[in-house]
């Protein structure tokens, strides 16, 4: 059974900054495909971005030039650096994960694409 846990959320004024961290575990597939997704209350769940094993990254256009995604190979573990956060990036990160097969830069943000789920941490920004 693929475990993914985040951590790294938080609360933060403005302008502030935070790094999230999923840790994926019991992942059989040989490339996998990971991503971050979003929802603030009484919103739908949103993409933010993705990452796919080789190293190939998409971003939504909200946080294009203030959130990297990373990935670390070697600890199964991808990150969300967040830079410049503002308010309307509070809410529940979630990380996301399946088998890279088949990929494409726009299925990095495409939700129903994944299939296995962390259960979020929550991200605060204060204005």
């Known amino acids: 059974q693929v475990q993914l846990i985040e951590s790294g959320g938080g609360s933060v004024e403005s302008g502030g900054s935070l790094r999230l961290s999923c840790a994926a575990s019991?992942?059989?597939?040989?490339?996998?495909?990971m991503g971050w997704f979003r929802q603030a209350p009484g919103k739908e769940r949103e993409a933010v971005a993705g990452i796919a094993s080789d190293g190939q990254t998409n971003y939504v256009d909200s946080v294009k030039d203030r959130f990297t995604i990373s990935q670390d190979n070697d600890k199964n573990t991808i990150y969300l650096q967040m830079n410049n956060l503002k308010p309307e990036d509070t809410a529940m990160y979630y990380c996301?994960?399946?088998?890279?097969?088949?990929?494409?830069?726009?299925?990095?943000?495409?939700?129903?694409?994944?299939?296995?789920w962390g259960q979020g941490t929550q991200v605060t920004v204060s204005s």
């Open positions: 019991n992942f059989s597939h040989r490339s996998y495909c």
């Open positions: 996301a994960a399946r088998g890279c097969t088949g990929f494409t830069l726009s299925l990095l943000l495409a939700e129903s694409w994944f299939n296995y």
